[in-house]
Nanobody, 128 residues
Framework: EVQLVESGGGLVQAGGSLRLSCAAS????????IGWFRQAPGKEREGVSCIRSMDGSTCYADSVKGRFTISSDNAKNTVYLQMNSLKPEDTAVYYC?????????????????????WGQGTQVTVSS
């Protein structure tokens, strides 16, 4: 079974940087996608970024484009989310999730319902 473990969250001042890690295991197939999502207090969970193992294609929410970068180290089965120029509104619990992409996934790669496996989350707090 696919298992995901996030790490790297913490407290940072506005304008600072953090790198989140998602250690993944248990994949049966080589083609899978990993997404990063976040949920702020009182708000719905939203998609942040994604990456597909097959071709390395990536996606980003408009709110993080130019500030966040997703990458993967296949040898370590780990996906990273480098977050720069952090803002207080980036404060949230960040989750990584995984899926074996269905035909619908490329059309909505940050849709929560597209993902089948979830980690426990890591808190990111950005102070002003």
């Amino acid at each position: 079974e696919v298992q995901l473990v996030e790490s790297g969250g913490g407290l940072v001042q506005a304008g600072g940087s953090l790198r989140l890690s998602c250690a993944a295991s248990g994949f049966t197939y080589d083609d899978y996608a990993i997404g990063w999502f976040r949920q702020a207090p009182g708000k719905e969970r939203e998609g942040v970024s994604c990456i597909r193992s097959m071709d390395g294609s990536t996606c980003y929410a408009d709110s993080v484009k130019g500030r966040f970068t997703i990458s993967s180290d296949n040898a370590k089965n780990t996906v990273y989310l480098q977050m720069n120029s952090l803002k207080p509104e980036d404060t949230a619990v960040y989750y990584c999730a995984a899926v074996y992409p269905r035909m619908s996934w490329p059309h909505q790669p940050l849709k929560i319902a597209e993902y089948d496996y979830w980690g426990q989350g890591t808190q990111v707090t950005v102070s002003s």
